[in-house]
Structures are given as structure tokens and as C-alpha cells.
């Protein structure tokens, strides 16, 4: 990740820029500048943990090339599969106005692009500005084939707070010596749970703490006084991550590429997808101070890694020898400290959260436990009490389709899904402290391809409630092809009675970290015609069905209608 002023980025982006459209209609998400990218889905040769191995990368690159534009521009990015997987991108937190079919995750908006194949994706950054991220959509891919994406405002218009004298990405990520797409298929099989990552990385190293690692740091540079925006991204595989630097406090000023009000922390979490900017001041004594990544691990007894991968925050003029100032982490279970930051969250903006409410849902969140149906329990059993792991939203453990779910529901394709998702738990009980937890004999889901229908601008309040079976925990629930106001948050069973909303300055968020034992309330207008997934963000619980699917119908007229497909979009 090179240092780069926003005047160098501006000028490279220029470059990249083709042409103008000239012609466009007022509304429809055409772009101001076009930006082309080309991905080539490789696998590349590399060294970490006192092992050599192949990952899969784009383009080579460990993390992967970063998307630069600006507000309101339209991106192209070719993706040609040379790797022996299949592969899908899913441009996350970018809200694919009317572009459904670029959304990216495999069997929900296209089949994956094959062995030798590509496909182009093109969305236009409608009113977005700030930093998100591109990651793969197919099995664990994107344990390493990630990157960031770096909206700007248009050019003229100035940040709302310090200009900063340099910015910095940082990708925090998790990294395994087995191969990610073998892993899952073991853990899957086994009926257990997975292990936990080799190693913790920042900008893809390691750092010191861990074996053959001592020259494998990431590195910043800075000049004392000086003030620099940081672009924090978590690109963890199944962690959920606490983030400091040694003696310096951060000021979050931007969440998952929304502006938010000045806050001061010592430390963040973030978990997997989540983005925050934070502007950090040099003005200690020169040194070498560390910057680190560490766990946060909500749930009980689940194995993590918890060596902390470090990278440096170092000043001009000192000593390349000097120790590093160690970066205070909070303990790993330290809720109250996710709970700190999130309090602090608010959006720059205000007036925007819609009061009133057209469909009113309320989805469980958490972990299950199947019955054994294995002939060879031994290695297919391995869940609690021998049953088999599972996750799920209302009590259905979400099955992906065999063909897209986009292309069943647009060309009408019957026997793929079905449309009765339940917009309620089928029964309600003490979500957290009364769950059944009589491994597995009842703990199962149900298990079904089942999505929730909303017509054209249904103004949604969806109440996201976490339970206790197996163990209460975190869940970073993400929502593609939109942003959601977090109207409110709390602990233990959601009560309307007495929760507490903000509906004036709520953060707008893409992903949601449900509180441990807790529910959040979120609020949106789904005004994007297509098929939205939702899912917990943890791969793990993706795989074992932690995730539904939302229909958005069309409205009316053109800019409300989701155009045909494309002519390349790969084919089961």
C-alpha cells in the first residue's frame, strides 16, 4: 500500500479516466468519468510463515490493487478468471443502483465466472464517497483476494474535517498455511467448527510476533505534527478484530463511507467488511510506535488466534534499531469496549432516517446445531454432541440455489426458490437466556432457498435479534445493495417498549455488528429493484446458512426497472 497525496491519486486517476459521457439522462446512474480496471484472478507464489505456497490473487497482488475514483463516476473492471476456481467479486458497500447483475455474490446475482472465462462488472458510484472494499463472493476466496476501494468526493469539494498530509489504507486480514478452498470443504465436511488463522496481517504481514516474520511489517512513515487519514478495512475470513496504535488516539470521522461526527478512541473494532476513517495526529516524541490488530471473540468456547499481528507507525529520525512502543489492546472478549465506539457513532448528516414504516420485520440471528445423519459419524459429526454445525436467520439456514437467484427470479424460472421467507420467527421465546440448547435434539433449523418480497420503495424497519443457542455472539450482519440507518442497539431481548432509538443523526452503515446477547433496529427505503443478499459476515456461518435474500420488485418507469442482464454474465 503506497503513501499517496490525494494531488498524485487525482492526477493517476485522471490517467485512467477515458472519456465523459456527454449524454446523459438526469437520473439515471450513468457516471461523470469512466474508470476501467482490469482483474486477473491468478495464482501467485508466495512466502509467509516460514512457508511457501500458492495463493489466489488479483493481478498478483497480496492484498489486491486498490479501485481508486470519485463520487458519481462509472467503473468497468473486467475480471478474467486464470485461476483453476471459480471465482464471482463482490464490490461491497457499493450500492449498484440499477446494477444488480454486477452485484457479485455467486448463485444470488450471477454464476461463478469459470476456469478460463471473464466477465465485466459496471456500476456507477451513485452520491458515494469514502473508502469500502472488493472482495471474492465463492467459497473462502476472499481470504486473499481483497482489496480497498477509494471514493473521493468530487473534485473541488473538500473533506468536512482536518485535511490530512497523507493518507494510508490498512487491510487487516487473516492468513492460513492450508488452502482456504480445501479448508472450507474440510471444515464443511467434518460438521465442525473451523481453526482458527495462522496468523493476523495488516496490509497482508504478519509482523514480528509470529515465526519468520521479524522483516515482514508494514510501515508507515511519518513526519512529527503532521496529521494522516487512515483507511481502516477489515477483510478478516471469520474474526471480528480490535485495532490500536501505541500513545496515539484516532478520530473516526467516516463508517462503511458515510461521514460521521468527530470521535476520539483509543482503540476500534471493526469486523469483517466494516471500513471506518480515522485521522491520527504524529505528535509524540519521535519513536517507533506499533500499530495493532488483535481478537474480538463475542462467543464461548470457539478456538482464535490471538497473537496480535503489529505493524509500525514510525517517525522521520528515529532509529531503525529503537524498539517499538507496544499498542495497548483491549481483552478479547471486551464488549464494553465495542460497545463504546459504537455509542460514539453518528451520522454528519441528519434529517435523513425515515419515520414512518411500511413493513416491520424481526429476524433471529445465530448458531444451530443438526442431527447426525452421517453413516460415518467419526468424520462427519464433529459438531456439539456430535450433531453437525449450521447458522441461520429466523430459524432457516439459507441453501444457494443451483443457477442464480437473479436469473430464476427475472426469467421466471420456477423450482429455485421460493418466496415465503418469514418476516417474524415462526415462535418467540427468551431469544437470549432461554434458548434451547438440548444439543442437537433441539437445536435445528430448517433449511430452504427463501426470500422476503418488498415492493418499490417499502420504507422497512428490520429488528435483527441475537440468540443464545450453542452460545450467544457478534454477528457483523452485512446487507448488499444498500446502506441502513442503525436507529438503535441494545442488549438482551428487543423490546419496543423500551428501546431506545435515534432518529435524527443514526449511522448509516452497510454492515451491522449485532451486539453479543443484543438485537439491533435498522432502518431503509428499498428503492433498488433486483436480488439483495443479506448474510452474516463470518464465513463460517455464511457456509453453515446464516443469510436470506431479499426480492426489491421494479417500480415504474425506466429508473425504477432492473435492466436485462448483460450479455457476458457467466453461466452455471
Known amino acids: ?60 497482488m497480496y492484498p489486491g490493487p486498490v479501485v481508486y475514483a470519485e463520487e458519481d463516476d462509472r ?82 469539494v473538500p473533506y468536512p474535517f482536518t485535511y490530512p498530509y497523507e493518507e494510508h489504507i490498512i487491510i487487516l486480514g487473516e492468513y492460513w498455511l492450508k488452502d482456504v478452498v480445501q479448508l472450507e470443504k474440510a471444515v464443511l465436511a467434518s460438521g465442525g467448527g473451523p481453526p482458527p488463522a495462522d ?33 481502516l478495512i ?49 505528535d509524540q516524541s519521535i519513536g517507533k510506535y506499533s500499530m495493532a490488530m488483535g481478537p ?19 517517525y522521520l529520525g528515529a532509529l531503525p534499531t529503537s524498539l517499538s512502543l507496544p499498542a495497548r489492546l483491549p481483552i478479547f472478549n471486551d464488549n464494553l469496549a465495542v460497545k463504546t465506539v459504537m455509542d460514539g457513532l453518528r451520522s454528519l448528516k441528519s434529517g435523513h432516517v425515515p419515520k414512518e414504516i411500511d413493513q416491520n420485520l424481526f429476524y433471529t440471528v445465530g448458531v444451530n446445531v443438526q442431527q447426525c445423519h452421517s453413516p460415518t459419524p467419526q468424520q462427519n459429526c ?33 423450482g429455485q426458490f421460493t418466496e415465503d421467507f418469514p418476516g417474524v420467527p415462526l415462535k418467540f421465546y427468551d431469544f437470549v437466556n432461554g434458548a434451547p440448547n438440548n444439543s442437537p435434539n433441539n437445536t435445528q433449523s430448517m433449511i430452504g432457498t427463501r426470500t422476503f418480497v418488498l415492493e418499490y420503495g417499502t420504507r422497512v424497519q428490520l429488528i435483527l435479534q441475537d440468540t443464545g443457542t450453542v452460545s450467544t455472539e457478534n454477528h457483523p450482519i ?27 443523526d443514526p449511522p448509516y452503515l452497510n454492515t451491522i455488528a449485532v451486539p453479543v446477547g443484543g438485537w439491533a433496529a435498522i432502518r431503509f427505503v428499498a428503492d433498488n429493484p433486483g436480488v439483495w443478499f443479506m448474510h452474516c459476515h463470518f464465513d463460517i456461518h455464511l457456509s453453515w446458512g446464516l443469510a436470506s435474500a431479499f426480492i426489491v420488485k421494479n417500480g415504474k418507469g425506466e429508473l425504477e426497472t432492473l435492466p436485462h442482464p448483460p450479455a457476458d454474465l457467466p453461466r452455471c
Open 478 to 504: 452485512h446487507l448488499h445493495g444498500y446502506s441502513f440507518y442503525v436507529v438503535g442497539y441494545g442488549s438482551g431481548n428487543y423490546n419496543p417498549q423500551t428501546a431506545q432509538f435515534n432518529l435524527v
Open 199 to 231: 496468523a493476523f496481517t495488516i496490509n497482508g504481514h504478519p509482523g514480528p510476533n509470529y515465526n519468520c516474520s521479524s522483516n515482514d511489517v508494514y510501515r508507515i512513515d511519518v513526519v512529527p505534527g503532521k496529521t494522516y487519514l487512515l483507511r
Open 1 to 60: 500500500m503506497e503513501k499517496l497525496t490525494m494531488g498524485v491519486m487525482l492526477s493517476i486517476i485522471s490517467l485512467i479516466s477515458c472519456f465523459s459521457p456527454l449524454h446523459v439522462l438526469a437520473q439515471w446512474p450513468g457516471g461523470r468519468s469512466t474508470r476501467f480496471y482490469d482483474f486477473k484472478v491468478q495464482t501467485t507464489r508466495i512466502t509467509k510463515l516460514c512457508n511457501t505456497k500458492d495463493i489466489v490473487t488479483v493481478n498478483g
Open 382 to 414: 464433529q459438531g456439539l454432541n456430535n450433531g453437525t454445525m449450521a447458522a441461520s436467520m429466523n430459524n432457516i439456514s439459507f441453501v444457494k440455489p443451483k443457477i442464480s437467484l437473479l436469473e430464476a427470479y427475472y426469467n421466471r424460472i420456477n
Open 75 to 156: 467503473v468497468i473492471v473486467k475480471v478474467t478468471n486464470e485461476s483453476p476456481y471459480n471465482v464471482t467479486i463482490h464490490w461491497h458497500g457499493i450500492r449498484q443502483r440499477l446494477s444488480c447483475w454486477s452485484d457479485g455474490p455467486s448463485y444470488i446475482t450471477q454464476c461463478p465466472i469459470q476456469a478460463g472465462q471473464s466477465f465485466t462488472y459496471e456500476f456507477t458510484l451513485v452520491k458515494q464517497k469514502g473508502t469500502l472494499l472488493w472482495h471474492a463472493h465463492v467459497s473462502w476466496l476472499r481470504g486473499t483476494v481483497y482489496g480497498a476501494i477509494v471514493m473521493y468526493p468530487k473534485t473541488g
Open 296 to 314: 474480538y471473540m463475542s462467543a464461548q468456547g470457539v478456538p482464535f488466534q490471538n497473537i496480535s499481528a503489529i505493524a509500525y507507525f514510525q
Open 234 to 282: 477489515n477483510a478478516a475470513l471469520n474474526m471480528e478484530n480490535f485495532f490500536s496504535i501505541a500513545n496515539h488516539r484516532m478520530t473516526i470521522v467516516e463508517a462503511d463511507a458515510d461521514y460521521t461526527k468527530p470521535f476520539a478512541t483509543d482503540r476500534v473494532m471493526l469486523g469483517p467488511g466494516q471500513t471506518m476513517n480515522v485521522l491520527v495526529t504524529a
